[in-house]
């Protein structure tokens, strides 16, 4: 847990008695806890509260154990479940070193899941739409662009994400595609939809498989056309 000490901004014309010391307060449960002291006792600020249920945290683990599973057959770690109606319905792993295809992220792959599987159940695509309505997708880093793009387009409900994606982050690092309006392009396709985005659950998990990945030296990364050890 981690907890910052900050003294509050006090305006000058205040009394001893209004001066307050915050006291942020941090962990998975809590993101955003502020505590104020002042003289007069103890107040649980509630504004900007965001508390991580446990439920988000579980199938937090289950996107975790998926990255892990990833990074046991040296895959780039990153893993994600969709759930509806509080089960998992289908759940994906990076694939892109395994399918030498770089579009099969851990969010294709569990999308793909249920795509296929509602068309064998002969779904129309409005009984699709609205079963994504009712997803949710927990991934370990924040979806790519090009994943965001689909998740807007297919319309799912909410995204929890671990760690942000700096590079290329379709949810906030990057573009902020879950903030897409409504408005179709033309009649038969849709620009997508804004979904609800959470970000930073159980992140330094997700970050400390990265390293992991990265330590144990990528096999795949593209080699260096010259050499970088010194040259006789
Ligand atoms: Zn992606």
Redesign the pocket.
């Known amino acids: 847990m981690g907890v910052a000490y900050k003294n509050s901004e006090t305006p000058f014309n205040t009394t001893l008695a209004d001066q307050r010391l915050y006291i942020q307060i941090s962990n998975h449960l809590f993101s955003s806890v502020r505590v104020a002291v002042t003289l007069k006792g103890f107040e649980l600020e509630r504004e900007g509260v965001k508390m991580t249920s446990s439920e988000t945290l579980t199938f937090m683990e289950l996107a975790i154990h998926q990255a892990k599973l990833a990074l046991d057959v040296l895959e780039v770690p990153v893993g994600c479940v969709i759930v509806e109606d509080g089960k998992v319905i289908a759940s994906g792993r990076n694939r892109t070193t395994e399918t030498r295809n770089a579009t099969r992220?851990?969010?294709?792959e569990a999308v793909d899941v249920l795509l296929v599987q509602w068309q064998k159940n002969g779904l129309s695509m409005s009984e699709v739409a609205e079963n994504f309505s009712n997803c949710s997708l927990y991934v370990t880093c924040e979806?790519?662009?090009?994943?965001?793009s689909v998740l807007s387009i297919l319309g799912i409900k909410e995204v929890f994400y671990g760690c942000s994606n700096d590079k290329?982050g379709?949810c906030g690092s990057i573009l902020s595609l879950h903030l897409s309006n409504s408005t179709p392009l033309n009649n038969e396709v849709s620009s997508g939809k804004s979904f609800k985005c959470t970000g930073g659950i159980m992140a330094s998990e997700a970050v400390l498989l990265f390293r992991t990945f990265y330590e144990q030296g990528n096999p795949n990364a593209p080699k260096p056309h010259r050499s970088l050890a010194p040259q006789a």
């Open positions: 992220h851990a969010e294709m979806p790519c662009i090009m994943c965001a290329f379709g």
